[in-house]
C-alpha cells in the first residue's frame, strides 16, 4: 500500500524546514519504539502529514478453521480467547420464526401467485372472446368495411379491458417484490431476526464456527431447543469473554453485534476494538486519497474491500452465496462445513488480522491509540444499544396531527389561491408547499418582486430562484426596506443628514457615494405590490411549515415505524467532519426546539407501559469547553459562580447593566455567544437568526453582536487567532482526546479556502472536544448497564439476592440496568434515557448519570461542568428530575 499525496504540490504559508533524507526510518526493525516514532513523525511532518512507515503484511497462513457443536469445546475455545487475550467475534444472523411465518401468513393473506394467475387468465380470456367475437360477425347483414371497423372496435376495447388486468398483475408484482425486499433485510434488525452462527477468533488464522440454529448441517448441541442452544451459548460467551476486562474484543462493525447481544441482555465490556472505525479514522490522516466520499468515508470501505485492498485475500460474497445455495438466508446453509463455515469464518479471522494491522498505523499517530481504544471504538456499542431500542411512537396522536396539518396546509393554499385572485384575478394551484412554476409566475413575473437567492440551476441551464424559509423572510425583509438587491442592505445601516427626505442625491456635493445611495433607497416609492407581497410571503412561510410537518416529521418518520417494536430506530454515525453523532432514516436529531416546536412534534415520542423518558444534557457545554480553551477568565468565572452568560452578552450588545436586560435581549444574545463558539461571522449569524429563529437581522446587527461578544470576552479572539495559527503549523484541528480533522485550505492562498479552513480550526475544538467528552461519558453509562445487568443475571443464576453477591464481590448496588434504565439516543448534548416509571429508579440513574457527566473531563480543568435532568412522559413534556421524583413520593 502507498501513501497517497494529500495535497500534491499547492502553494503553502506555512513554513516546513526540510530534513535530510537520512532523518527519515527506513525499515521496520531500525525504527524507535512506536511513541518515539509517532512523535518524530509529529515534529517532522509537513502540515497535514503523518510520515506513516505501512507495516509489512504477514503472509496468510494455513486456515484452521472448524465446527463447535458442543459446550465443553465451547469453553475450551473460550478458554484459548482468554490466554491469547484476543477474541475477534461475529455473527450471523437470520429471520425469526415469528418473522417467517408473519411473512407466511402475508403470503398466505396476499394470494400473490393465485390472483396474478387470475388476473393474467382474465387478460387472455379477454382477448380470445374478441377474437371469437370477431369470427361472429354476421356477414349477412354487415358489409365488409363495417365488418372491418366493428372488428377493430372490439378488439381495441378488449385489448384496453386486459391491460387494466395486466396493469393490475404488475401492481401485485410491485407489491410482492417490496413485501419481499423487505423481508429478506429482517436478519439485519435485531426486532426481527436472530443469531444463527458465530464466529470466534483467538489469533489469526484460527477460527472456531458456532452454527446455532440452521436447517442443514450439524448443529450446537444438537439435543436442545435452537432457542435453548442460543441461550446457553450467549450465556457461556458473556461470561467467559464479553465482560472479561482481559480480553480484547473484536468485531468489524462493532455496532451491528451490539445490537444483537442486546437482544440477548448482553453488554461487550471494553477492551474492544472495531477495524473499521479504526481504518477509516487512520486512513483520514495518513491516505485521505483513498477515501472517495470524505463525508461518507467508510463508503467502498467495508470488511471485504478493504480485506482485499490490504492482504490482497477475496473474501466470499454474501448475496453470491446465497444464490448459489438457491436459498434466502443463512441458516438455510450448513455452517458446520464447507462454503458455509468458510464464510462464517473469516468475518472474524480478518476483523482479528485488521485490528492488529491498523493499530500499528495508529500508534505512529499522535495520542490516536489511546483516542481509538478508549472513545471511539468502544462508542460504537452505544451507537448499536441506541439503534436497539430507538423511540416508541404515538401512531395515534402522530394521525391526528396529520388530519390537522393537511387541513391547515389547504386553507393556506386557499388563501394563497384567494390573495392572487383578489390581486389579478386569475387562478393558480399553489400545490402542497406553494413553490408551483404557478406562484412563482405571481410572484416573479406578475408582481416583480425582488428575487433573494438562487437555488441549483435547473436541467436547461436555466437560473432557479430559491423560495424556501430563508429567502422567504429576505425577499419580506427586501419589500419593506426598498431594496432591488440584497446586497444593498448594507446602506441601511449609513448614517443620513437632517432633511434627507428633500435632497436631490444625485445632485448635491456634500453627500458621500455610500450616503447618496443609502438616500436613493429610502426616497424610493414602497413597491406597488408591497402589501400583498408580504402577505403572499406570510402564506407560503406557513403552507411550508405544514409541508415540512408531513413530509419530514409524520410521513418521514412514520415510514421508519418498526412492526415489531413500534418504535423509530434512527441510524447514527461518528463521520461528522467533527466527529459529532450524525443521525439518519430518519434523522433523530433534526427535531424542533422546546421552544419552537408549535406542532407538538417531540410529542410524538413517547415511553413504553409503564416507563418514563429520562432527559439529561450538559449545560452550555461547548460554551464551558470554548472558555477553556480560550483561557477566558471573565467566561470561566460566569461558569463557575453561576452567571448568566447570555445576561452578559447582551449587556454588552445593549450598554445596559445586566438587571435592565429584558428577557428579549436575553434571548437575541444566545445565537450570538453559540455562533462564536464555532468561530462564526456576521453571515453565519444572520443565517442562524433566519433557519433557527425565523427572523432576520441585519447584517450590521449582527457584525455588532460579533464584536460584542469578542468584547466580552477578549479571549476568545485571541484563542481564534492563535489556533488558527497552529493549525496552519500543522495542518490539522485537535480535540481533547486527540481526534485529528485535516485542514488542507489551512495554508491555501486562496482567501475563501483559507478563511473556511481557519473557521474549522476554530470550531473543531470546541465541537469535536464536545462529541468527545460525551463519548467517553455515554462509553461508561454503557458499561455500567452492563454491568448492572450482568450482576443481576450472577444473582439469579445463584439463586441468591442481587445486593448480597454485590457486597460479597466488593460491587456497587445495581444503579443502571437492561430493561430499567436503558439509554435510546443523543442529541448532541443531551442523552436520553427509557426508565421504569419509578421514583427510586429514576433517582438512583439521576444521581448516578449527573455525577459521571460532571467529572472534569481532564485533570484540573479549569470551568465547571453542570448537567440537568428531567422527567416527561413525552419528549415535549418534562419537568426537573428532582421536583418529578418528589411529586412521585408525594412529598
Known amino acids: 500500500m502507498k501513501l497517497g499525496g494529500l495535497f500534491g504540490q499547492p502553494k503553502t504559508l506555512a513554513?516546513?524546514?526540510?530534513?535530510?533524507?537520512?532523518?527519515?526510518?527506513?525499515?521496520?526493525?531500525?525504527?524507535?519504539?512506536?511513541?518515539?516514532?509517532?512523535?518524530?513523525?509529529?515534529?517532522?511532518?509537513?502540515p497535514g502529514e503523518f510520515n506513516i512507515t505501512w507495516p509489512k503484511v504477514k503472509p496468510q497462513l494455513l486456515k484452521d478453521y472448524a465446527p463447535i457443536l458442543t459446550l465443553t469445546d465451547l469453553e475450551a475455545w473460550l478458554d484459548r480467547c482468554i490466554e491469547t487475550g484476543i477474541c475477534g467475534f461475529d455473527w450471523e444472523t437470520t429471520a425469526s420464526v415469528e418473522t417467517k411465518q408473519r411473512w407466511k401468513d402475508w403470503l398466505e393473506d396476499f394470494k400473490y401467485e393465485e390472483r396474478k394467475d387470475e388476473y393474467l387468465e382474465r387478460a387472455q380470456e379477454i382477448r380470445r372472446q374478441a377474437e371469437r367475437d370477431k369470427n361472429d360477425?354476421?356477414?349477412?347483414?354487415?358489409?365488409?368495411?363495417?365488418?372491418?371497423?366493428?372488428?377493430?372496435?372490439?378488439?381495441?376495447?378488449?385489448?384496453?379491458?386486459?391491460?387494466?388486468?395486466?396493469?393490475?398483475?404488475?401492481?401485485?408484482?410491485?407489491?410482492?417484490?417490496?413485501?419481499?425486499?423487505?423481508?429478506?433485510?429482517?436478519?439485519?434488525?435485531?426486532?426481527?431476526?436472530?443469531?444463527?452462527?458465530?464466529?470466534?477468533?483467538?489469533?489469526?488464522?484460527?477460527?472456531?464456527?458456532?452454527?446455532?440454529?440452521?436447517?442443514?448441517?450439524?448443529?450446537?448441541?444438537?439435543?436442545?431447543?435452537?432457542?435453548?442452544?442460543?441461550?446457553?451459548?450467549?450465556?457461556?460467551?458473556?461470561?467467559?469473554?464479553?465482560?472479561n476486562r482481559n480480553v480484547r474484543k473484536i468485531a468489524v462493525n462493532l455496532g451491528f453485534e451490539t445490537k444483537f447481544a442486546a437482544k440477548y441482555e448482553k453488554y461487550i465490556q471494553k477492551p474492544v476494538a472495531d477495524p473499521l472505525v479504526c481504518w477509516v479514522r487512520c486512513m483520514q490522516l495518513a491516505s485521505p486519497a483513498k477515501i472517495s466520499d470524505p463525508k461518507r468515508p467508510a463508503t467502498d470501505w467495508g470488511l471485504k474491500p478493504a480485506t482485499l485492498d490490504v492482504f490482497g485475500v477475496q473474501m466470499g460474497n454474501f448475496e453470491e452465496l446465497l444464490a448459489k445455495h438457491s436459498v434466502d438466508f443463512f441458516d438455510e446453509i450448513d455452517a458446520s462445513q464447507g462454503d458455509g463455515l468458510t464464510y462464517s469464518a473469516e468475518d472474524a479471522d480478518y476483523a482479528v488480522q485488521h485490528d492488529m494491522y491498523w493499530m500499528e498505523i495508529a500508534r505512529q499517530i499522535p495520542k490516536y491509540e489511546d483516542w481509538l481504544n478508549n472513545i471511539e471504538m468502544p462508542f460504537g456499542r452505544v451507537i448499536g444499544l441506541m439503534e436497539y431500542w430507538g423511540m416508541r411512537w404515538d401512531s395515534d396522536l402522530a394521525e391526528v396531527k396529520r388530519q390537522e396539518a393537511e387541513a391547515?396546509?389547504?386553507?393556506?393554499?386557499?388563501?394563497?389561491?384567494?390573495?392572487?385572485?383578489?390581486?389579478?384575478?386569475?387562478?393558480?394551484?399553489?400545490?402542497?408547499?406553494?413553490?408551483?412554476?404557478?406562484?412563482?409566475?405571481?410572484?416573479?413575473?406578475l408582481m416583480k418582486l425582488p428575487a433573494a437567492k438562487w437555488g441549483k440551476p435547473t436541467k436547461t441551464g436555466e437560473r432557479n430562484v430559491s423560495l424556501d424559509e430563508e429567502a422567504l423572510i429576505d425577499m419580506e425583509f427586501m419589500l419593506q426596506h426598498k431594496l432591488?438587491?440584497?446586497?444593498?442592505?448594507?446602506?441601511?445601516?449609513?448614517?443620513?443628514?437632517?432633511?434627507?427626505?428633500?435632497?436631490?442625491?444625485?445632485?448635491?456635493?456634500?453627500?458621500?457615494?455610500?450616503?447618496?445611495?443609502?438616500?436613493?433607497?429610502?426616497?424610493?416609492?414602497?413597491?406597488?405590490?408591497?402589501?400583498?407581497?408580504?402577505?403572499?410571503?406570510?402564506?407560503?412561510?406557513?403552507?411550508?411549515?405544514?409541508?415540512?410537518?408531513?413530509?419530514?416529521?409524520?410521513?418521514?418518520?412514520e415510514k421508519h415505524l418498526n412492526p415489531v417494536s413500534g418504535r423509530i430506530h434512527a441510524n447514527y454515525t461518528p463521520w461528522t467532519e467533527t466527529g459529532r453523532l450524525n443521525s439518519s432514516k430518519p434523522n433523530g436529531q433534526n427535531v424542533p426546539r422546546l421552544d419552537n416546536d408549535a406542532f407538538g412534534i417531540r410529542n410524538f415520542y413517547v415511553p413504553g407501559v409503564g416507563k418514563i423518558l429520562f432527559?439529561?444534557?450538559?449545560?452550555?457545554?461547548?460554551?464551558?469547553?470554548?472558555?477553556?480553551?480560550?483561557?477566558?477568565?471573565?467566561?470561566?468565572?460566569?461558569?463557575?459562580?453561576?452567571?448568566?452568560?447570555?445576561?452578559?452578552?447582551?449587556?454588552?450588545?445593549?450598554?445596559?447593566?445586566?438587571?435592565?436586560?429584558?428577557?428579549?435581549?436575553?434571548?437575541d444574545a444566545k445565537p450570538a455567544?453559540?455562533?462564536?463558539?464555532?468561530?462564526?461571522?456576521?453571515?453565519?449569524?444572520?443565517?442562524?437568526?433566519?433557519?433557527?429563529?425565523?427572523?432576520?437581522?441585519?447584517?450590521d446587527e449582527c457584525l455588532a453582536m460579533v464584536n460584542a461578544v469578542k468584547r466580552a470576552y477578549p479571549g476568545v479572539p485571541r484563542y481564534q487567532v492563535d489556533v488558527v495559527t497552529e493549525a496552519r503549523d500543522t495542518g490539522y484541528a485537535e480535540t481533547i482526546h486527540g481526534y485529528k480533522r485535516l485542514l488542507p485550505g489551512i495554508n491555501?492562498?486562496?482567501?475563501?479556502?483559507?478563511?473556511?479552513?481557519?473557521?474549522?480550526?476554530?470550531?473543531?475544538?470546541?465541537?469535536?472536544?464536545?462529541?468527545?467528552?460525551?463519548?467517553?461519558?455515554?462509553?461508561?453509562?454503557?458499561?455500567?448497564?452492563?454491568?448492572?445487568?450482568?450482576?443481576?443475571?450472577?444473582?439469579?443464576?445463584?439463586?441468591?439476592?442481587?445486593?448480597?453477591?454485590?457486597?460479597e464481590r466488593n460491587e456497587a448496588h445495581v444503579l443502571l440496568q437492561h430493561g430499567h434504565t436503558d439509554m435510546i439516543a443523543q442529541i448532541h448534548d443531551e442523552i436520553i434515557f427509557e426508565m421504569d416509571d419509578n421514583a427510586d429508579v429514576v433517582d438512583a440513574a439521576h444521581a448516578w448519570i449527573k455525577a459521571r457527566m460532571e467529572q472534569p473531563p481532564l485533570p484540573d480543568f479549569p470551568v465547571k461542568i453542570e448537567a440537568e435532568g428531567s422527567v416527561g412522559y413525552a419528549w415535549g413534556k418534562k419537568q426537573g428530575a428532582y421536583e418529578w421524583v418528589a411529586e412521585k413520593r408525594g412529598a
Not at 461571522?681 to 447584517?699: A, F, M, N, P, V
Not at 469535536?768 to 460525551?774: I, L
Request: with cysteine; glycine share 6%.
Open 15 to 46: 513554513k516546513v524546514p526540510s530534513i535530510p533524507a537520512t532523518a527519515v526510518p527506513q525499515k521496520a526493525e531500525e525504527q524507535q519504539p512506536a511513541k518515539q516514532l509517532s512523535q518524530l513523525a509529529y515534529q517532522r511532518a509537513k
Open 137 to 243: 360477425l354476421d356477414i349477412s347483414t354487415l358489409t365488409k368495411k363495417q365488418r372491418e371497423t366493428e372488428a377493430k372496435r372490439i378488439v381495441k376495447a378488449a385489448e384496453k379491458s386486459a391491460k387494466e388486468w395486466e396493469a393490475k398483475a404488475a401492481e401485485l408484482d410491485a407489491e410482492y417484490e417490496f413485501q419481499r425486499e423487505i423481508y429478506l433485510k429482517t436478519p439485519l434488525d435485531p426486532w426481527q431476526g436472530d443469531i444463527c452462527t458465530a464466529s470466534l477468533c483467538p489469533e489469526p488464522h484460527c477460527v472456531r464456527v458456532v452454527p446455532i440454529d440452521h436447517k442443514k448441517g450439524k448443529v450446537f448441541e444438537p439435543l436442545l431447543s435452537r432457542d435453548a442452544a442460543r441461550k446457553l451459548f450467549m450465556d457461556t460467551l458473556d461470561k467467559k469473554i464479553l465482560r
Open 408 to 445: 391547515a396546509q389547504e386553507a393556506a393554499a386557499e388563501d394563497i389561491k384567494q390573495l392572487v385572485r383578489d390581486t389579478f384575478d386569475i387562478e393558480i394551484n399553489p400545490g402542497k408547499g406553494g413553490k408551483t412554476n404557478e406562484v412563482k409566475h405571481v410572484i416573479f413575473e
Open 484 to 557: 432591488a438587491v440584497l446586497t444593498e442592505e448594507k446602506y441601511l445601516a449609513v448614517e443620513l443628514p437632517e432633511g434627507w427626505e428633500k435632497i436631490d442625491p444625485d445632485t448635491d456635493p456634500h453627500l458621500g457615494k455610500d450616503q447618496r445611495q443609502a438616500i436613493r433607497i429610502r426616497q424610493r416609492p414602497d413597491h406597488p405590490y408591497k402589501e400583498q407581497g408580504i402577505k403572499l410571503l406570510e402564506l407560503m412561510k406557513k403552507i411550508q411549515k405544514y409541508a415540512t410537518l408531513l413530509s419530514s416529521h409524520i410521513n418521514g418518520r
Open 615 to 667: 432527559f439529561i444534557d450538559f449545560s452550555g457545554f461547548e460554551l464551558r469547553i470554548l472558555a477553556w480553551r480560550a483561557k477566558d477568565g471573565v467566561m470561566i468565572e460566569l461558569f463557575n459562580t453561576g452567571g448568566d452568560m447570555h445576561k452578559k452578552t447582551a449587556s454588552e450588545m445593549t450598554g445596559k447593566d445586566e438587571a435592565d436586560v429584558t428577557k428579549k435581549e436575553r434571548t
Open 673 to 699: 455567544n453559540f455562533g462564536i463558539a464555532y468561530g462564526g461571522t456576521e453571515h453565519s449569524l444572520q443565517t442562524t437568526y433566519k433557519t433557527d429563529y425565523g427572523i432576520r437581522k441585519t447584517l
Open 748 to 807: 491555501s492562498t486562496n482567501r475563501y479556502e483559507r478563511e473556511s479552513a481557519g473557521r474549522q480550526a476554530g470550531n473543531t475544538p470546541i465541537q469535536g472536544t464536545a462529541a468527545d467528552v460525551m463519548k467517553d461519558v455515554q462509553n461508561d453509562v454503557y458499561d455500567e448497564i452492563g454491568r448492572g445487568t450482568a450482576l443481576v443475571f450472577d444473582a439469579q443464576e445463584l439463586n441468591i439476592d442481587v445486593q448480597e453477591l454485590a457486597v
